[in-house]
């Protein structure tokens, strides 16, 4: 089955800084989603993005399918982007998706 | 908020308990799944059910049940647990469990088995 592996498992940023977590999977896939898991538990789904390039606001993700990884990057991080950030991905299996193991970002003011 | 919500929102039980997880959605949704989050660990897929019907049971122990009586509502029936089933709980919810679609999450149940 697909393996998904992001890096780097530990990300801590100051304020404003930048920041590109790495998705990395091991098979062919058309689903590939990345969520924000929150201090308390709850996932939001930042993006749907199988192929191509998208953009909400300051995040915005691409996914190289040929080259089977995909990038999110967060601009001027602010404390409110603390949290887990996990890639997920899945191939012709409805909506069954392999979750990575995750980026646990803290941003400090 | 995702529209979908997951009662009670923290649980602790003893091994020989036996308890309800609840999950709601209000999206009109017909495919919902059952995740365990284990500390340290990636999310687990443990059920899914499209239009009712269970599609998917990811080897669970059969102390985990699952009922889905309607589109809007799932449960997970839990008896004689272990310890190690301490984690969070989640419910997930799609448009349909036939296509590639977003994933939508309740906040979860944090379930401590003593």
């Known amino acids: 089955g697909i393996q998904v592996e992001q890096s780097p498992p530990d990300l801590i940023l100051q304020e404003g800084a930048n920041s590109t977590l790495r998705c990395n999977f091991s098979?062919?896939?058309?689903?590939l989603q990345w969520f924000h898991q929150n201090p308390w538990g709850q996932l939001i789904n930042l993006f749907y993005?199988?192929?191509g390039t998208k953009q909400n606001g300051r995040l915005s993700a691409t996914t190289v399918a040929t080259e089977r990884y995909s990038l999110l990057y967060i601009s001027s991080s602010q404390t409110t982007d603390s949290g887990v950030y996990f890639c997920a991905a899945g191939y012709n299996q409805g909506g069954k998706l392999i979750f990575g193991q995750g980026t646990e970002l803290s941003v400090k003011p | 908020e995702t529209g979908v919500t997951q009662t009670p929102r923290h649980l602790v039980m003893g091994m020989t308990n036996k308890k309800s997880l609840k999950c709601e959605q209000h999206?009109?949704?017909?495919?919902m799944y059952w995740y365990k989050q284990s500390a340290k660990k990636p999310l687990e897929l443990m059920f899914v059910y499209n239009f009712k019907e269970q599609t998917e049971n990811n080897s669970v122990p059969s102390r985990f049940s699952p009922e889905c009586p309607n589109s809007s509502h799932l449960f997970l029936h839990l008896h004689t647990l272990q310890p190690e089933d301490s984690a969070l709980y989640l419910c997930?919810?799609?448009?349909?469990?036939?296509?590639?679609?977003?994933?939508?999450f309740g906040p979860g149940t944090r379930l401590l088995v003593l």
């Open positions: 098979d062919s896939v058309n689903n």
């Open positions: 997930a919810t799609t448009p349909s469990g036939l296509y590639q679609e977003t994933q939508y």
């Open positions: 999206l009109g949704h017909n495919a």
């Open positions: 993005i199988p192929s």
